[in-house]
């Protein structure tokens, strides 16, 4: 149980495109959802809590108006990375929360995505 | 801002040996999580600690949580080729969100 999954798992576009990432729990539903990006050979870094039904909090030096989370179901938040460029190209990551569950409940990460903007 | 430094940054061992990573932080964390990361995929739950000085084991790996909930260690005993891969601590500071290390990366060599 608990498998969350992303799609695409990979993305090629070119700069100044907007693309569209999917990160669905499959067999729980998840009030919370985080995103993170991971560049190569680094550790993940924090990009923004998306909560159902409410808008997504953003960390520190992440655009929120670049980076669009919408969580519209329990089960499902999207992130859009708005005009890319290269700069963007890295691997991101969800992970996903079950609802109700204590502050220390486990998250679940999906398999990422990994984006290359040419 | 909270900061989680882990301790080596790489590591390469043979099979066989014995090691320790460190997770360290002068933040209190309410529970903490070690992961493991193949290249390309999502990390992958080991472990959560929640009580200060607790250990846990699984298998071949150990897990400590600080007494005073600011750190925690890894040690693995017999190191083999498949204990490859990025490990990663993630602190809980008690909001909804989870900080994770810097990340130790390790090979074992057959």
């Known amino acids: 149980g608990a498998v969350v999954s992303q799609h695409p798992s990979w993305v090629i576009c070119k700069s100044g495109t907007s693309v569209k990432i999917e990160c669905r729990s499959l067999?729980?539903?998840?009030?919370?959802m985080f995103w993170y990006r991971q560049f190569p050979k680094q550790s993940l870094m924090l990009m923004a809590t998306?909560?159902?039904?409410?808008?997504?909090?953003?960390e520190q030096g992440v655009e929120k108006d670049k980076f669009l989370i919408n969580h519209a179901s329990l089960t499902l938040s999207t992130l859009t990375v708005t005009s890319a460029h290269p700069e963007d190209s890295s691997f991101y990551i969800c992970?996903?929360?079950?609802?109700?569950?204590?502050?220390?409940?486990?998250?679940?990460f999906g398999p990422g995505t990994r984006l290359l903007v040419l | 801002t909270q900061l989680l430094e882990q301790s080596p940054q790489f590591l390469s061992i043979q099979e066989g040996e014995n090691l320790t990573v460190y997770c360290n932080s002068s933040?209190?964390?309410?529970?903490l999580q070690w992961y493991r990361q193949e290249p390309g995929e999502g990390p992958v739950l080991l472990v959560t600690?929640?009580?200060?000085?607790e250990v846990k084991k699984l298998k071949r790996l150990t897990f400590q949580f600080g007494d005073a909930r600011k750190d925690s260690s890894l040690h693995i005993t017999a190191a083999q080729p498949g204990d490859t891969g990025l490990y990663l601590c993630?602190?809980?500071?008690?909001?909804?969100?989870?900080?994770f290390g810097t990340g130790t990366r390790l090979k074992v060599l057959a």
């Open positions: 933040s209190v964390f309410s529970s």
């Open positions: 600690v929640v009580t200060g000085g």
């Open positions: 998306s909560n159902e039904g409410s808008k997504a909090t953003y």
């Open positions: 992970s996903a929360r079950i609802a109700g569950g204590p502050v220390q409940e486990t998250q679940y």
């Open positions: 067999d729980f539903q998840a009030t919370t």
């Open positions: 993630a602190g809980g500071p008690g909001t909804y969100k989870y900080i």
